[in-house]
């Protein structure tokens, strides 16, 4: 059973991942992210630039609600994957790459381009100590 | 010439009407749908996108999950 184990920053938890489009099961291909671990999202999600990286178009629009208020976006089908290594993030391993999911695009951030959600952590046992040490095993 | 934006927005529009039926027998799955038609069913996002790809070439279809529920944004709530 694959496995991940790596260390937050005490402020957020962020994790090396891989997005890859979910149209060819075969194309391996993808864009290297670092990605928030958001347990109190419904879905993952991705930044502009990585929608423009991978030529990614809409699929779909759905309801989500924020501290503002309900508003429609638009949805996306792509795949993330997990590096086993998370040490290296110079030349990652192949990572780990769950089925295509429906996720959001969202705005920038300075700290990732990327979030990890509860569709994904959902296949997930997830784990975080007082070390600060994380873990993810999933099938 | 029908855009995938106007693809889109329509198929929600027939989608949000056909929703409640939907939900009965096929709700968290994810519908295929094409000029305002639900054409199939499935229990996957990334199966029903090879699917819209394979059958409809000109790209002009979209995928809608069947839920209710608007998704909470997580850390994006605040933006």
């Known amino acids: 059973m694959p496995e991940i184990e790596w260390w937050h920053d005490g402020r957020r938890i962020v994790i090396p991942a891989a997005i890859l489009r979910a149209d060819d099961p075969a194309d391996l291909r993808f864009h290297p992210v670092t ?8 879905s993952s999600g991705i930044m502009p ?3 423009e990286a991978l030529d990614l178009a809409p699929v779909g629009k759905r309801l989500v609600k924020a501290a503002h208020g309900e508003a429609m976006v638009d949805t996306f089908v792509f795949r993330i994957g997990l590096f086993a290594d998370t040490s290296d993030r110079i030349q990652p391993s192949f990572p780990y790459v769950f089925d295509g999911i429906m996720g959001l695009r969202f705005g ?11 569709d994904i952590l959902g296949q997930c046992d997830f784990s975080i100590a007082r070390n600060r040490s994380c873990r993810l095993t999933f099938c | 010439m029908t855009s995938i934006r ?74």
């Open chain 1, 49 to 51: 630039a990585v929608v």
């Open chain 2, 6 to 79: 106007s693809e889109i927005d329509a198929n929600f529009d027939a989608f949000q009407r056909q929703l409640h039926a939907s939900l009965t027998s096929h709700r968290g799955e994810f519908a295929l749908l094409r000029h305002g038609q639900i054409i199939d069913f499935f229990e996957f996002p990334g199966a029903a996108l090879i699917a819209g790809k394979e059958r409809f070439p000109d790209a002009l279809f979209s995928i809608q999950e069947v839920n209710d529920e608007p998704i909470d944004l997580g850390v994006w709530s605040h933006a």
């Open chain 1, 108 to 118: 920038p951030s300075e700290h990732f381009d990327a979030s990890v959600g509860m």
């Open chain 1, 35 to 42: 990605a928030l671990v958001d347990t109190g999202a419904t």
